[in-house]
């Protein structure tokens, strides 16, 4: 084990904000917004219409694909419409509207305990599927696809992250101190469909008190061991961690399951376990709400479709005296900067950051011309060189930017533009390049058929 990646860097963590903020349920009274697209894949399909009644724990919109997921409803009350709905993209997408009732009556069918290890394989799988879990660190890919790779059996290691990397997030911290026995036996349940595997906790090692709370609820799993990492951005991310762990690099066209290494957050572990013992749906999960603007920061086990601004107001809102200059639906690294608050928290949504500065704002003051410093190139985790895909990129050189410097190999990590001294906009430039890349190859293949 290496118990690092290439590359990285060290951005100022502000993880004290909320560190040792317990969970709060967080139970909102305002209507709740249900994107039919929380997840990678093809958008979910409803099965319920303007004016049914619904619970908790209901089906509001099934998968319409094998990459896809059930999206269920975390309220009760009645549903006041299907429609368009602002999205934290700032665009607007299919969701279903419910009028909360406040009163969160749990439907018929999950919470009785189930005895587990009488589940086979095919049905532990299916019980995530049923449950709509999906990838909770912020991809949100479909997790009944991960565990259903071709090999199970080349699969050599089953990586629980809990490194947590972005600043300012801290509830899978929280989460792993206050459910370590429930991430142990989920990530037990998962390990049976992989019987060459072992399991691997991965958790930074400036989180000590959930490295022991996980240690301690693997005392007799002999698979299954909490791998302390060095604390460095991003060693969350998928291909940073089975660097870091399996020492293994592999490009982006391969999955991590072609070279025997699955990944899963410790949140969406949690969820499964959930499934499994309690057939409970995915309706909620944790999320940090933190920042220099933010009043009281803390750790919330929130619902699904609960708007940001009502989380927001009802934890007591922005400090008095201070202006919140930026918000972001995550952290400053790699979450998404929102334009309005009034958008649904969904499922792979782990953070809410609000600042009283805005760094990209500062930075546009002083950009200069790349000083052909190197320092891109030196941080980059993947090993590529950022200063000559910028170059490729303004140029629109995209045959260059992708088959000669790998371009789609970027991570989008936002090492690169963190480092830079001359605050050149690396990791927008590349978010522009892929887009515009992908679209060409859309274009390419519609005229083709």
Known sequence: MKKTFRGGVHPEGHKELSRDCALKAFDPKGEMVFPLSMHIGKPAKPVVQKGDEVKVGQMLAEADGFVSAH???????????????????????????????????????????????????ADIVKAVKDAGIVGLGGAGFPTHVKLSPKAPESIKYVIANGAECEPYLSCNDQLMRTKAGEIVS?????????????????IEKNKPEAILAMQA???GAEKIQVWPLNTKYPQGGERSLIQAIAGVDFPASKLPADFGCLVENVGTIYAIWRALRYGEPLFTHTLTLTGDAVKNPGNYIVRDGTLFSELLEQSGGIKEGVTLKKAFCGGPMMGIALSSLNVPIQKQNNGLTLLTFDEVEE?????????????????????????????????KNYKRYEKKLYGLE????????????????LTQIFKHAKAEILALKRAEAGGKK
């Open 410 to 425: 970027c991570i989008q990590c936002g090492s690169c533009a963190y480092i830079c001294p001359a605050k050149r906009p």
């Open 71 to 121: 999206v269920f409803s975390s309220c009760s009350g009645k549903v006041k419409a299907v429609e368009d709905r602002r999205v934290l993209t700032g665009q607007q997408a299919p969701c279903i509207v419910i009028e909360n009732d406040s009163s969160f009556t749990p439907a018929d069918g999950f919470g009785d305990e189930r005895d587990v290890d009488a589940l086979s394989g």
């Open 186 to 202: 989920g990530l037990k349940q998962m390990l049976r469909l992989f019987p060459n595997a072992v399991g691997v906790i991965a």
């Open 217 to 219: 609820a693997c005392e």
């Open 363 to 395: 930075a546009e003051k002083i950009t200069t011309p790349c000083l052909r410093c190197g320092r891109c190139t030196t941080v980059c985790p993947q090993g590529l060189m950022p200063e000559m895909l910028a170059e490729a990129a303004e140029s």
